[in-house]
């Protein structure tokens, strides 16, 4: 069965960072493409960032400058490092394949407030 299990979430004051980590079981995963999405309690899951296989990379305009999304293949792990937080970044982060979705993981909180 596929596990996503997403961490590195918390609480952190406006213009801090965050290391969000998505770790994926089988290594099959390495060859998709991999997206960070966040959602709001009450509204619709957002993209945020996604990574292919060969390591091209896209961002929404909400995050773009402020957010790097990498991967180590090695460690089945999918990154997303959140620079200048603002209180807009509040949400829950999850990740996931770009196409064709496998069951969500439980997300990670990120709150941003001071």
């Known amino acids: 069965q596929v596990h996503l299990v997403e961490s590195g979430g918390g609480l952190v004051q406006p213009g801090g960072s965050l290391r969000l980590s998505c770790a994926y079981s089988?290594?099959?995963?390495?060859?998709?493409?991999m997206g960070w999405f966040r959602q709001v309690s009450g509204k619709g899951r957002e993209l945020v960032a996604s990574?292919?296989?060969?390591?091209?990379?896209k961002y929404a305009d909400s995050v773009q400058g402020r957010c790097t999304i990498s991967r180590d293949k090695a460690k089945n792990t999918v990154y997303l490092q959140m620079n200048r937080l603002n209180p807009d970044d509040t949400a829950v982060y999850y990740c996931?394949?770009?196409?064709?979705?496998?069951?969500w993981g439980q997300g990670t909180q990120v709150t941003v407030s001071s």
């Open positions: 089988g290594s099959i995963f390495n060859a998709y493409t």
């Open positions: 996931n394949k770009m196409y064709s979705a496998v069951p």
């Open positions: 990574i292919t296989s060969g390591g091209t990379t």
